[in-house]
């Protein structure tokens, strides 16, 4: 077996909560095919879409269905969206994006 380092590599990635939807959308662009928001429940499983911003009213969690290389993934609140280095999309859980990345200085 051998070993092996990842490259440092700098990546954009903005936070998805209801409090930063416009700060997501506008890292977005327009969405591509595929794309997505959706209110989920408790299991983290995608309920009803939402279009354009979601109603402050709603209890639910927001989530994003991403279209990635490896499929159909299921971002929901307080996860990290990134834009890797090929321009791909794709979510990461908190506590790996805190593991994995540090800010960059501006």
Sequence with gaps: ?????KL???VDAVQLRRDTWSEVRAFLGPFPEGMRG???DENDNPQDDFLGDPPDGRVARIGLLIPTLEGLMLAV???WIIRGVAGELYPCKPEIFALTYEPVPA
């Design 77 to 79: 609140e307080d996860d």
């Design 8 to 10: 440092p590599v700098e």
């Design 38 to 40: 959706v209110y989920v």
């Design 1 to 5: 077996m051998t070993r092996f380092r």
